[in-house]
Structures are given as structure tokens and as C-alpha cells.
């Protein structure tokens, strides 16, 4: 599986979205359940791993630019 890959982003947002994961949350077993709760806490801490990588990769230019005197405004 490649590391970019947009359509398994899309099938996690519609799993969650439809209620298919709050379905099996409920009706699964305490296994099942735990497996459940362990994705989303991995995935929270990957989103804020995005989020922190996210703004590094956008205001690093602006920074870089900001410190060397680059002015930006047109």
C-alpha cells in the first residue's frame, strides 16, 4: 500500500461517517471493541502528528523568508 494513499483515507471517513465503526464498536466483543478503541487512539496521535508536519511544510518557507528579510506582500 503506498504511504499517499487518498482512497484508504476516503474508506476510514466513510466508515466512521456511516456508523459501520459504532456499529461493530457495539456489537463486537471486548476484543473487537479494545482493537476499536486502539485504532482511534493511534489515529488522534497520527493527527497530530499531521498537524504538527502540516505547519512545519507551510510556514517553514514563510519563516525562513521572514528571517532573512524576503519581503512577502505584494
Known amino acids: 500500500m503506498p504511504l499517499l494513499d487518498p482512497n484508504y483515507l476516503a474508506k476510514l471517513d466513510a466508515y466512521m461517517k456511516s456508523g459501520d465503526m459504532e456499529f461493530d464498536f457495539k456489537n463486537g466483543d471486548e476484543q473487537r471493541k479494545g482493537e476499536i478503541l486502539d485504532f482511534l487512539e493511534q489515529l488522534m ?13 507551510i510556514f517553514k518557507d514563510s519563516y525562513l523568508e521572514a528571517i532573512a528579510g524576503v519581503k512577502t506582500d505584494a
Open 45 to 57: 496521535d497520527l493527527a497530530e502528528v499531521a498537524d504538527a508536519t502540516a505547519t512545519k511544510l
